[in-house]
């Protein structure tokens, strides 16, 4: 089975733009969740999505957003670019509605805002 | 907020020795526990979990163990590789709650 793709792999932006990262999940997978990783706050959840609805969400602004369609790949959009926006953006897929179902990682999105 | 922290930032060992990472965590709720493993440029990728219902679980030169009481979690790698460095992560889950809450990470070096 092929793992969690994330698209693009890199991403150069300016302040002020608008950014949208794609993530297919593992094939079966319904559920996707959505991560920033940075040096100083380390991975901190965004939200997640089951069968296109958002189950949950973490401490982020308005300017993060995300969705997720029928076929589950899931797409997260960031609007008005800050410089602290740099970061590796990862998504995780897992297979069923329980919390104790193992997510698996995609290789990220590295995001560099100028 | 709930957390979950880690005791050392950084780890170095001499291969083949056994390696311990240890984590705390805060949320009395967390039932479900994992350890994952993120190489430079790299997803963090599974290891192991274990369900709060148990206090042991053993995997390929793997074993992690769940103290319910003091709310610790370790991941013990059994004759550490080079191919073993990597950060270590801790994440928990709890409750009806879909959001993993990951330790800060600790860095194992091994040395050849």
């Known amino acids: 089975k092929a793992g969690v793709t994330q698209t693009p792999r890199y991403l150069i932006k300016t302040r002020g733009q608008q950014v949208t990262l794609s993530c297919s999940p593992i094939?079966?997978?319904?559920?996707v969740s959505w991560y920033q990783q940075t040096p100083g706050q380390g991975l901190q959840f965004l939200f997640e999505y089951f069968s296109e609805t958002q189950r949950n969400k973490g401490n982020f602004p308005g300017r993060f957003s995300g969705r997720q369609f029928s076929n589950s790949r899931s797409e997260m959009n960031v609007s008005t670019l800050e410089l602290g926006d740099s970061a590796l953006y990862l998504c995780a897929s897992s297979s069923l509605a329980s919390t104790t179902d193992t997510q698996y990682f995609g290789p990220g999105t590295r995001l560099t805002v100028l | 907020g709930e957390s979950v922290g880690l005791h050392l930032p950084t780890l170095s060992v001499q291969e083949g020795d056994n390696s311990i990472i240890n984590c705390a965590y805060s949320?009395?709720?967390?039932?479900?526990f994992i350890w994952y493993k993120q190489e430079s440029g790299k997803g963090p990728q599974f290891i192991i979990d274990?369900?709060?219902?148990?206090d042991k679980r053993q995997g390929q030169r793997v074993t992690v163990l769940l103290n319910k009481t003091v709310k610790h979690l370790s991941l013990q790698i059994a004759a550490t590789q080079p191919g073993d460095s990597a950060v270590y992560f801790c994440?928990?889950?709890?409750?009806?709650?879909?959001?993993?809450?990951f330790g800060k990470g600790t860095l194992l070096t091994v040395n050849p």
């Open positions: 949320n009395s709720a967390s039932d479900y």
């Open positions: 274990i369900r709060s219902n148990m």
């Open positions: 094939s079966g997978h319904r559920s």
């Open positions: 994440a928990d889950i709890g409750g009806s709650n879909y959001k993993l809450t």
